[in-house]
């Protein structure tokens, strides 16, 4: 089993709906969560982290479940400039740090 | 905003070439990373550092080397170019593990 899953997608979506991707996590040690988005052909880019208490930031809401091992990224009111992959990062503690991407799922918006 | 530059967008090398990829970041983070990311495989770590002149082996360092004599740069080296090392190589900076990272906009390696 791999340590961080994503559904690869594509999600196809049309403009204005809400949409809600899940990441899995193996390691019950898992210390901290974020959300990178990654447009084609271009360099990941930090989204937002995630909290056990969720996290909003406009028309995205990141929310960790500690019980049930996944992070969850929420988009409501999709524009087409949401089109992208999104890669869930998951940080555990090994003795030292330990930084694993997911491979990301690919949102399509359409007008 | 932080600003992590690598030196090449695209690069053209020949196998068993020595190639250099440098990563230079202006945030005097301590930590820095490179990856290589390859459809359907993500992003695999091949070396990081969290100091000057230290270093930690990734995930698949095999083929790699790298070098941080500044607190800066980070540079990542393939020894003998392979076919099979052809790929998007990213360089990521960070303060802690805990706040993200950022990456530079990568390097498109082909060998031939």
């Known amino acids: 089993r791999k340590e961080v899953e994503q559904d690869p997608g594509p999600f196809n979506v049309p403009e204005g709906a809400t949409v809600a991707f899940n990441c899995t996590y193996s390691?019950?040690?898992?210390?901290?969560f974020f959300w990178y988005r990654q447009d084609c052909r271009k360099e990941p880019k930090l989204l937002m982290s995630v909290y056990s208490s969720g996290n909003e930031d406009g028309r995205f809401t990141a929310q960790l479940n500690r019980a049930s091992q996944y992070i969850s990224l929420l988009i409501r009111d999709s524009k087409l400039s949401d089109s992208a992959t999104y890669l869930c990062?998951?940080?555990?503690?090994?003795?030292?740090?330990?930084?694993?991407f997911g491979a990301g799922t690919r949102l399509f918006v359409k007008a | 905003d932080v600003k992590v530059t690598q030196s090449s967008r695209y690069l053209v090398k020949r196998t068993g070439e020595k190639v250099f990829l440098e990563c230079v970041q202006d945030?005097?983070?301590?930590?820095m990373f490179w990856y290589r990311q390859d459809p359907g495989l993500g992003l695999r770590l091949i070396y990081f550092s969290y100091d000057v002149k230290m270093k930690e082996k990734g995930d698949i360092p095999e083929g790699y080397s790298v070098s941080r004599e500044k607190k800066e740069r980070f540079s990542l080296i393939l020894e003998s170019a392979s076919t099979n090392q052809t790929s998007m190589y990213l360089c990521?900076?960070?303060?802690?593990?805990?706040?993200?990272?950022?990456f530079g906009s990568g390097t498109r390696l082909t060998v031939v």
């Open positions: 945030m005097d983070h301590e930590n």
């Open positions: 990062v998951v940080n555990f503690d090994t003795g030292g740090f330990k930084t694993i």
């Open positions: 390691n019950s040690a898992s210390q901290s």
């Open positions: 990521a900076s960070g303060l802690r593990t805990q706040t993200g990272y950022t």
